[in-house]
């Protein structure tokens, strides 16, 4: 089983709209969490951690559900330029990210 | 300030040749590691560094070393290349341990890439 999971989509929005994708992860000493976002091609780029009370930056807010092993990312009032990979990334320790395969959002004008 | 540097960008590579990808950093990182990514799967780690002369593996080392003789540079070296490391191949950098979810941490800095085929 891999460690971290994520639907690979893709999820095809207009803009505008809401869209929101989960990951789960397999191992329950996880200490920390991420949101990655990568572009095609280019190299990842760190999005936001993601904080056991949940956080928002901005229109993205990531929530974390211990209990059940997952994260997830909501993106409201989509734009194109949110069009992209985002990888969800879980580590137990300070060193080795576990990164997931990452799910495509495309946003349509 | 450049961030992180790979090189090459692309190479093509022979069955049983050796090579270096070479990644430096200007931004006095201590953390440093190497990931490869491959359709359809995450971003594996491969080796990294808490700083200048401290390596450990990651979770894919075989076939690779690495050194860390600067705070900079963090090479990788493909010691007898093989097909099944045909793959992308990125280096990142981090002020703090990279999996501490601090408040206003930037996480990783990742280079560009080197885009590798072994024929």
């Known amino acids: 089983r891999k460690e971290v999971e994520q639907d690979p989509g893709p999820f095809n929005v207009p803009e505008g709209a809401t869209v929101a994708f989960n990951c789960t992860y397999s191992?329950?000493?996880?200490?920390?969490f991420f949101w990655y976002r990568q572009d095609c091609r280019k190299e990842p780029k760190l999005l936001m951690s993601?904080?056991?009370s949940g956080n928002e930056d901005g229109r993205f807010t990531a929530q974390l559900n211990r209990a059940s092993q997952y994260i997830s990312l909501l993106i409201r009032d989509s734009k194109l330029s949110d069009s992209a990979t985002y990888l969800c990334?879980?580590?137990?320790?300070?060193?080795?990210?576990?990164f997931g395969a990452g799910t495509t959002v495309t946003v349509r004008a | 300030n450049a961030g992180v540097t790979q090189t090459p960008k692309f190479q093509v590579l022979k069955t049983g040749q050796s090579m270096t990808l070479q990644c430096a950093q200007d931004?006095?990182?201590?953390?440093m590691s190497w990931y490869r990514q491959d359709p359809g799967m995450g971003l594996r780690l491969i080796h990294y560094?808490?700083?200048?002369?401290?390596?450990d593996q990651g979770e894919v080392p075989n076939g690779y070393n690495v050194s860390r003789s600067t705070t900079e540079d963090f090479p990788l070296r493909l010691l007898s290349a093989a097909p099944s490391q045909t793959s992308v191949y990125f280096c990142?950098?981090?002020?703090?341990?990279?999996?501490?979810?601090?408040?206003?941490?930037?996480?990783?800095?990742f280079g560009s890439g080197t885009r590798l085929t072994v024929v």
């Open positions: 990142a950098s981090s002020s703090f341990p990279p999996g501490q979810g601090r408040t206003g941490s930037y996480g990783y800095t």
């Open positions: 191992n329950s000493a996880s200490q920390s």
């Open positions: 993601v904080y056991s």
């Open positions: 990334v879980v580590t137990a320790n300070d060193y080795k990210l576990s």
């Open positions: 931004m006095n990182h201590e953390y």
């Open positions: 560094s808490v700083g200048a002369g401290i390596t």
